[in-house]
């Protein structure tokens, strides 16, 4: 058997084994995205795909269409999380995107509304660290794999040359494909699970960017050009618990130097800091002042 024959037949076998763990997500859009049985009884797709939360139904490989329930849905990072109830279902097998390398082949999979499973084949063309989306949301790795985003493939996996489900596909800019790496969906879904919306910081402050003068900065030894300046304190708010005054310039948060309020958004994002007590270095009159504060948790607006 050729090489080229026997590459074939392996990809094939791998969308047989993974496609059954993949339905169509019927959520009242003319095409439907796919979703992945991530966990038993756990259904993910991408958010932004979605029209409505509510009477959802997902297709199967054999045309059964069955309902799903919202577990909660996470805008920054596009990932939304049903509940399935007492179906049989395969459970996807779920690898690690750090194993992916520039060049590695890799399929994307989709299932239409009438139960048929799709595939498209690539190679990973970007392969880079943390970043943040454009609605704040943290993601654990950039990946771009050079797959075409057929209709509804949003939603659907990226499986690596082992059969691994290593990430969910959703659109870039100009309809490019990018995949939401393993870590970032279980991550999600631990916490939606948990608590029905991700727990995101809270400061109770309004701020605003500022340019740091240059013998301010030599003076009290700082390194940034610049900081973020308190612009108003909510009455009673963590902010206003820990001291902090309109006017000071907040040039260090839990030991990070801040530079825009992008940054210091950026940093309650990571819903690890709900609840903890961290560090505050703050220019009040000319001077450093340290300060402690307790970040609050924002409140849910849907």
Known sequence: MSSLLALSNNLADIVEQV?????????????????????????????ESLQRYDD???TLSDGTNIPVTLVGHDASTD???????????????IGDAKTLKVGHLVLGLARSSEGEIRAAMGAVS????????MSG??????????????????????????????????????????????TTVNRVIDQLLAKGHIARGYLGLGM???RLPKNLKTSLNLT????VIVVNVEPNGPADNAGVLIGDVLTEFDGI????????????????????????QIVRAGALVNLTITVGERAVRE
Do not use: C
Not at 224 to 227: A, N, Q, R, V
């Open 19 to 47: 496609g059954s763990t993949v339905v169509a997500v019927n959520a009242g859009k003319r095409v439907s995205p796919s979703g992945i049985h991530w966990r038993d009884g756990i259904i993910v797709t991408s958010d």
């Open 56 to 58: 959802i139904t997902v």
């Open 79 to 93: 990932v939304a999380v049903f509940r399935l109830q007492d179906v049989e279902l395969p459970v996807a097998k």
């Open 126 to 133: 970007v392969v880079n660290g943390p970043w943040r989306s």
């Open 137 to 182: 949301g943290n993601i654990d790795q950039f990946i771009r794999p050079d797959i075409t985003l057929y209709s509804g493939f949003a939603g659907g996996p990226l499986v690596d040359a082992a059969g691994n489900i290593v990430g969910m596909n959703t659109s870039g800019r100009r309809g490019t494909a990018l995949t939401i790496p393993a």
């Open 208 to 210: 605003q960017p500022v």
């Open 224 to 227: 940034s050009e610049s900081g």
């Open 257 to 280: 130097t801040l530079k825009d309020t992008a940054e210091i958004l950026a940093l309650l994002n990571n819903s690890d800091r709900v609840g903890k007590t961290v560090p505050l």
